[in-house]
């Protein structure tokens, strides 16, 4: 049974950079045909998806939020990483990891809530 656990900071500060780790058990982010991403849900809205890692290490990014946007990986503990620079309330969500499996998502973190607020 693979499962994914977010951590990081729930609260952060306009214009500082939101960092959050996944932590994957029960299999491995280099094992070939999944990739790894980052998905978030703000207040009232629907689920955004931010980008992903796949298993050789490529990252895609989606549009909305790339020029922000950097994921990387950790193999020797399992994780994955994502960062978004310059966050302001709008970035306000709960941010899940997930893995993707033939691009959909199989096996979701419990998400965890981020606020960005002075």
């Known amino acids: 049974q693979v499962q994914l656990q977010e951590s990081g900071p729930g609260l952060v500060k306009p214009s500082q950079t939101l960092s959050l780790t996944c932590t994957v058990s029960?299999?491995?982010?280099?094992?070939?045909?999944?990739?790894w991403s980052w998905i978030r849900q703000a207040p009232g809205k629907g689920l955004e998806w931010i980008g992903y890692i796949g298993y050789s290490g490529i990252t895609y990014y989606s549009p909305f939020l790339k020029s922000r946007t950097s994921m990387a990986r950790d193999t020797s503990k399992n994780q994955f990483t994502l960062q978004v620079s310059s966050v302001t309330p709008e970035d306000t969500a709960v941010y899940y990891c997930?893995?993707?499996?033939?691009?959909?998502?199989?096996?979701w973190g419990q998400g965890t809530q981020v606020t960005v607020s002075s």
């Open positions: 997930a893995r993707l499996f033939n691009g959909a998502p199989d096996y």
């Open positions: 029960g299999g491995s982010i280099t094992a070939d045909s999944y990739a």
